[in-house]
């Protein structure tokens, strides 16, 4: 039996014991972070951001790419712009980077926040008042925001849960919203870097090869994007 064939109560039930369960997988995470601030050595790379920060295996590819610097990963999985603001301070501040990777606001992308419209004046006053922050507190550092990876729609459309999750992430919406985001580097004098070269196919979607849900990918695409990043770190 698929997910799609039980009831609508089984749905909710289902829906909520899963939203429990990876609430409290985001509250130890946060909680780790709190200790790991602490003992972290300042003026680093700092990786931030959502879900697709926080899988990113940072430092086993560093190590095999024989990339020299540090690089702290501070993603975590289901974090909105919103709820990157409200743990502002464990997610990009408390590290005291050199330099900042910031991959946030794909999770903004999303019916539920598609109230008139407007999901991407939503994802980008909150990521106007992150980055508002971080320029206040700390003027010196490097700033890079990176642009949205692809998606594919076709894989993302074979489930209605994958359709509910992720149905706005349309190509449309994901380049709307890089605009957007190019736009808000250029106000705070930050970069804006495209580092998803390889990553697409011929029609400008993420490769199926590297993704299971048409959105988050597998070890071996993380391993482009860390090559195409390296002129930056």
Not at 2 to 7: C, H, K, P, S
Not at 101 to 118: A, C
Not at 159 to 186: C, H, Q, W, Y
Not at 202 to 218: P, R, S, W
Request: net charge negative; glycine share 8%.
């Amino acid at each position: 039996m698929n997910f799609e064939d039980f009831d609508e109560n089984t749905k909710m039930l289902v829906g909520e014991v899963i939203g429990g369960y990876l609430a409290g997988e985001r509250k130890g995470r946060l909680e780790r972070f709190r200790h790991l601030n602490r003992v972290m050595k300042k003026r680093q790379i700092l990786f931030t951001g959502s879900s697709l920060m926080e899988h990113f295996p940072v430092e086993e590819l560093r190590a095999s790419l024989d990339v020299e610097p540090i690089i702290y990963n501070r993603g975590v999985g289901g974090f909105t712009t919103e709820d990157f603001l409200e743990n502002i301070d464990l997610m990009l501040l408390e590290p005291e980077a050199s330099k900042v990777f910031i991959n946030i606001g794909t999770n903004d992308i999303s019916e539920r926040f598609n109230v008139d419209g407007k999901w991407l004046e939503r994802l980008i006053s909150n990521y106007d008042k992150i980055l508002c922050q971080l320029k206040e507190q700390q003027p010196d550092c490097e700033v890079y925001l990176m642009a949205y990876y692809p998606s594919n729609m076709d894989v993302i459309n074979k489930t209605p849960m994958g359709r509910d999750t992720f149905g706005l992430r349309t190509r449309e919406n994901m380049e709307k919203a890089n605009k957007a985001v190019e736009e808000l580097s250029i106000k705070y004098g930050y970069h804006f870097i495209d580092v998803n070269e390889g990553l697409a196919d011929e029609d400008g979607q993420l490769k199926e090869a590297y993704t299971m849900d048409g959105v988050h990918m597998i070890p071996e695409a993380y391993v482009l994007i860390l090559r195409n990043m390296i002129q930056y770190l």
